[in-house]
């Protein structure tokens, strides 16, 4: 069983920053991959961004690539996204997701666990 537990969304202005935490809690994360989905009002839930946790690979979707940042702390269980340059259209819910299993994959359908998910704000 895994539990995420997410935190760091908020209200920005379009260009600015904002950190996401992803606390994971589980026997062992080697084998495992994490990711961030985002979904906003209307819209299907779509892949942002997944890491390995053995390695370090990287994934990210076209529309963050250069401005979101995937990455994690082994001794802390945590998972982290930072975002940068964020525009009106990054608004979303966002959620941390664990995939048991070192295959990524950008499907939401694919993750078996899932945190509650943290609202994220751009004004414009």
């Known amino acids: 069983q895994v539990q995420l537990v997410e935190s760091g969304g908020g209200l920005v202005q379009a260009g600015g920053s904002l950190s996401l935490s992803c606390a994971a809690s589980?026997?062992?994360?080697?084998?495992?991959?994490m990711a961030w989905f985002r979904q906003a009002p209307g819209k299907e839930r779509e892949f942002v961004a997944a890491?390995?946790?053995?390695?370090?690979?990287?994934y990210y979707a076209d529309s963050v690539k250069g401005r979101f940042t995937i990455s994690r702390d082994n001794a802390e269980n945590t998972v982290y996204l930072q975002m940068k340059n964020l525009k009106p259209e990054d608004t979303a819910v966002y959620y941390c997701?664990?995939?048991?299993?070192?295959?990524?994959?950008?499907?939401?359908?694919?993750?078996?666990?899932w945190g509650q998910g943290t609202q994220v704000t751009v004004s414009s």
């Open positions: 997701a664990c995939r048991v299993s070192v295959v990524v994959y950008t499907r939401s359908t694919e993750y078996e666990y």
């Open positions: 589980a026997r062992s994360f080697s084998r495992n991959v």
């Open positions: 890491i390995r946790w053995s390695g370090g690979s990287t």
